[in-house]
């Protein structure tokens, strides 16, 4: 008889691809315990996770269900949840339509092009830190995730000059300490509602202005706690994220020399080669909990009403039953339905601007930056445990050992 999965076995592994890599072999559809010790289903075959991602017999809202105690698995104060566990992320609709057909005016193709400047100047300035030291970096402390929290400040309109307290409150929602996340989420909620009242008054071009515009005409019913959950959700959904498609990207390139020419040559695959590390190595490796709302079969298993399940990106990306040679990567994979966005009604809003930062950040670093190298290639990575496929650290010398 196989033993239940513990969920805190795969997101605390210290070695996180040896843990998936098992997962993948067993039962696509299986028993197993949620953090908190609470019996769940882990769903990790891309056919059935993409079911429950599209089925409506799911809900993602923990409200429709009594089996987990949400709240209390997370350990945060009542002040703090209701912007953190009930927002677009954790809503049907109609909520959720309503919600999403608001925050999608800030993704808009429009918006998105309209950014791609601003991106590439934000870039550029980190890349010439970059270039101007000899010694070794960490690429993800000084570029990555500036990169990140920059673009998603611009798109919010928070000003430049604000934007090294909201590295600091972002770096606080990282670390696994209870105490900090908290004080770190007050500190955004409330510079993220002083900024509404500032808005409010003096507008701008930029997408929390316009939701505020929205909100103020009365047709888009959005309360002010809404405005700062939502802020919170793209901050939280678009920082690590995009943050670690880039690192993760770059790390492989950094041991595979040869796909880094490639891309260097013709930057044209570079689109192409950000789809497959979406799928080889996306940052989201662990999805939104959903909960059946009636029993269903799924996999050949009957899960009963109320049932929390937890889809397992990471290993439905590598599926076998999907995708020829799935622990290979391959920049050139034309076939790619990877669910690193997700899939459905919660498809990730911030797609396009995630895929148009990586764009920018590849091509960037590959042309100027040609003779960057892995400071230790011999070490193995050190993964942060959690639901994110999150590097520790990504040491590198920019411009070679031999500078």
Request: glycine share 8%; net charge negative.
């Amino acid at each position: 008889m196989q033993m239940e999965l513990e969920l805190a076995e795969i997101l605390y592994a210290t070695d996180r691809e040896a843990a998936f890599e098992e997962l993948r072999r067993g039962p696509r559809v299986r028993s197993a315990r949620y953090l908190d010790g609470t019996p769940l289903h882990i769903v990790t075959g891309h056919a059935e996770i993409s079911t429950v991602l599209t089925d409506p017999r799911f809900s993602i809202d923990p409200n429709k269900q009594t089996r987990l105690d949400v709240e209390s698995a997370t350990g945060l104060p009542p002040d703090v949840q209701n912007y953190l566990l009930y927002t677009l992320g954790t809503s049907d609709p109609p909520d959720h339509t309503r919600l999403r057909r608001l925050v999608s005016r800030g993704f808009t193709p429009r918006r998105v092009n309209a950014l791609r400047p601003r991106v590439q100047r934000i870039t550029d300035l980190l890349v010439d830190g970059l270039a101007a030291g000899d010694s070794e970096v960490d690429l993800i402390e000084d570029f990555t995730h500036p990169l990140s929290l920059q673009v998603i400040c611009e798109l919010l309109g928070v000003p430049t000059e604000d934007h090294g307290h909201w590295e600091v409150w972002a770096k606080g929602m990282a670390t696994p300490q209870r105490a900090v996340v908290v004080d770190s989420a007050r500190g955004l909620i409330r510079y993220i509602s002083d900024l509404i009242e500032t808005k409010r008054k003096d507008g701008g071009d930029d997408l929390l202005s316009e939701l505020i515009t929205v909100r103020d005409d009365g047709s888009g019913r959005l309360s002010d706690e809404e405005l700062v959950a939502l802020s919170l959700s793209i901050l939280l959904a678009g920082l690590e994220t995009t943050s670690g498609l880039v690192s993760e990207g770059m790390y492989h390139l950094l041991r595979r020399p040869e796909s880094a020419a490639a891309l260097r040559a013709d930057p044209t695959l570079i689109p192409q080669a950000v789809e497959e590390f979406l799928r080889y190595c996306g940052p989201v490796d662990v999805g939104m909990l959903r909960f059946t709302l009636e029993p269903v079969e799924l996999g050949g298993v009957m899960l009963p009403a109320g049932e929390p399940v937890q889809v397992v990106y990471g290993a439905g990306n590598r599926d076998v039953l999907r995708f020829a040679e799935p622990n290979t990567p391959d920049l050139k994979r034309t076939d790619n339905p990877h669910l690193a966005f997700g899939h459905g009604i919660h498809y990730c809003l911030g797609a396009a601007l995630a895929r148009l930062e990586a764009h920018v950040a590849f091509e960037s670093v590959l042309r100027r930056l040609p003779r960057m190298e892995l400071a230790a290639p011999d070490e193995a990575p050190g993964w942060l445990p959690g639901v994110g496929r999150a590097l520790a650290s990504l040491r590198v010398r920019p411009n070679g050992s031999a500078c």
